[in-house]
């Protein structure tokens, strides 16, 4: 059984930073791309973040680039989503996903994390 569990999230004043951490289990890990999404309320889920399973190579979309950051440790299972420059329209429950292709919509995701919030105060 595949599992991911999130944690990291919370509240952080405009500007700030946050880690987020999604610990995976049940596959082998550096097989797997590993992307991370948000959803909003009232909005679609989007992708924010993917790496390789390697981790040599990680796509951004423009809202996010050059302020989040995604790496993995394929040694403990862990792929990280390091935000800076937080804006309040970052305000979302992130998601941790993971897929065996390089995707960057959330079609082809077959395992999603619980989600972890995180809000940002103007």
């Known amino acids: 059984q595949v599992q991911l569990v999130e944690s990291g999230g919370g509240l952080v004043q405009a500007g700030g930073s946050l880690r987020l951490s999604c610990a995976a289990s049940?596959?082998?890990?550096?097989?797997?791309?590993m992307a991370w999404f948000r959803q909003a309320p009232g909005k679609e889920r989007e992708c924010v973040a993917v790496?390789?399973?390697?981790?040599?190579?990680?796509y951004y979309p423009d809202s996010v680039k050059g302020r989040f950051t995604i790496s993995r440790n394929n040694a403990n299972n862990t792929v990280y989503l390091q935000m800076n420059s937080l804006k309040p329209e970052d305000t979302a429950v992130y998601f941790c996903?993971?897929?065996?292709?390089?995707?960057?919509?959330?079609?082809?995701?077959?395992?999603w994390g619980q989600g972890a919030q995180v809000t940002v105060a103007s």
């Open positions: 049940g596959r082998t890990f550096s097989n797997y791309a």
């Open positions: 790496i390789t399973g390697s981790g040599g190579y990680a």
């Open positions: 996903a993971t897929s065996r292709l390089f995707r960057t919509g959330k079609d082809g995701y077959d395992y």
